[in-house]
């Protein structure tokens, strides 16, 4: 649900009535706050369950599965998951920090800037398995509200 307002804030889409208070740098997909050490989320990068830890307080628990399918039901696709430039495990059973799909293009910017990226497109090319991990569709757009012309 968070994800929406997050997309449609990303894109300064607005929103119908103004309920959710969406972080500027990096929100959280649990709750939209930004800047909370609590929400901060951890995956193993050696589980088939894609097993994530947070401690943001308004976490759900959810189908990785699922949620990362776009549908007419659930367009949303704002899932954690590792960013494939990022260092990786020192141990396979080690979390280590993940980033929410929705934040990727800022967390290049902020982390990886010498790669091409949505707000950065001058770089070196990015790796297609991160462009693709990251990609969001037209139709999870404009399903999650965000005007063509935005896009």
Request: charged share 20%.
């Amino acid at each position: 649900h968070i994800g929406g307002h997050i997309l449609r804030a990303m894109r300064k889409a607005g929103e119908p009535k103004k309920k959710a208070r969406i972080g500027g740098t990096l929100p959280c997909g649990f709750c939209g706050h930004s800047g909370h050490a609590e929400c901060q989320v951890f995956m193993k990068p050696s589980s088939k369950k894609n097993e994530f830890q947070t401690k943001c307080q308004h976490q759900v628990t959810f189908q990785f599965k699922t949620a990362n399918k776009s549908t007419a039901k659930g367009a949303c696709r704002n899932v954690p998951m590792i960013c494939g430039l990022c260092p990786t495990a020192q141990r396979k059973n080690d979390f280590i920090p993940a980033v929410w799909r929705y934040n990727m293009p800022e967390h290049l910017r902020t982390h990886h800037s010498e790669y091409a990226s949505p707000q950065n497109p001058e770089g070196l090319a990015l790796p297609f398995v991160v462009w693709q991990s990251m990609e969001i569709s037209m139709e999870e757009e404009l399903g999650l509200g965000v005007h063509e012309f935005l896009i």
